[in-house]
């Protein structure tokens, strides 16, 4: 075999030794990650991976460190065996897949604790580290068990420690003893922690979805509103249009009422698109929301689609904040809309009034008596609920000309809402 053929060979045999280490390694990974992943399912509470590893690799080196100071490994004695029963659940979990019960598992922890350690203090040592065993499983079972199950676990470990220390046979016992509290405490700590933590998620998450419930229904109410008055007005366009043909034979007539009505009617598509667009969070508005300063505008649309209104305003437009502006703005197009739907030929008026304290939207018409069954549906329900979310009033309902709708609500909300602005 000639040099370089003996070279490849060398290095085809590194590069499956290699891949054979790379192997063993990934497979060692994945049997940690899955003892991990055992351990984390027998625990009650959500508890980060690092803790229970922790855990055990300190549990596993204080009774490594007990069982050098015993010499328990060359020549192997008997304490090898206490030390066996010490880390005997770990050894279980890792090795033969053994899943005891959240109930189960911090008494067998426990067990093996107390008896592994009252076989080590047969022969006890300077400074020694037997008692820690107890000291790390009695916070491991304060974090994971009940109460009751933990303080009972604390007091088992106590008399334990209280049995060498009255035989005069354990150096320090006073220190000893404040271990054990001292464990307790830390695991109660960390499971307190746990549960507010998972209280606190849960919080979050219920006001995380009454949120988005609450965006769903105010999305819900804007497209009512739009979709409500582009149709209203609209129908009474075509209306007109159908009139002129049919009656007066005016083409040009008609063509100016669908010409309004196809602007209309785009114009509400747009609406809608913008509307709709406020789910995609990325994507920020680009108009303006209407106010009562847009008043105007609507109820020009309402008059040159044929509906007989009257509207006027009193006080300072300027003094009522965006909010406010909106909602009023939609109450009285959902007003006007109404009117349009069930009394066409009814005649309406409208009337903003702004004060000091307090600003009033009231929209009535004359309809007959038959025309006012079917008012109340989600419209109303929209209409109530916007007044109501600034601390304002909102009635609906038979008037002695016809049907009225009045909406009152308080200036103070605006100022309220800039004094808080740090409330969510």
Known sequence: MSIGERYA???????????????????????????VQRRLSNLPHNYPPIIPLVSDISLLTVTVVALVQRDAFIPPRWPLLAGFIAIAPILWVFAFDYKPSERTAPLVLAA????????LLLEPRPADAAPFIMMIVVGEVAATATLRIGICVAAATAVVLAVPTAMGRLDNAPVYLMLIPLGWCVGFMLQTQMRLLERERESQQQRAEQ????ERRRIAREVHDVVAHSLSVTLLHLTGARRALQEDNDV?????????AERLGRQAMSDIRRTVGLLDDSRGKTTPEPGLGDLDDLVAGFIRAGLRLDFTMHGDADRVSASIGLALYRIAQESLANIAKHAPGAKAELEVTV?????????????????????????????????????GNFSAGPSPE??????EIPLAAQ????????QI
């Open 9 to 35: 060979s060398a290095t085809d045999s590194a590069a499956e030794v290699g891949a054979r280490l790379v192997a063993r390694k990934r497979l060692h990974f994945v049997r940690v990650a899955d003892y």
């Open 112 to 119: 093996g604790a107390i008896v592994s350690t009252g076989l």
């Open 211 to 214: 949120a988005a419930s609450d």
């Open 252 to 260: 040009n007539e008609a063509v100016e009422a669908l010409i309004d």
């Open 355 to 391: 004060r000091d304290t307090k600003v009033t939207v009231t929209a009535t018409n004359t309809t007959a008596k038959d025309q006012l069954v079917g008012q109340g549906g989600s419209g109303l329900i929209g209409m109530r609920q916007r007044a109501e979310l600034l601390g």
């Open 402 to 407: 016809g049907w009225s709708v009045r909406a």
């Open 415 to 422: 100022a309220d809402s800039a004094g808080c602005w740090f």
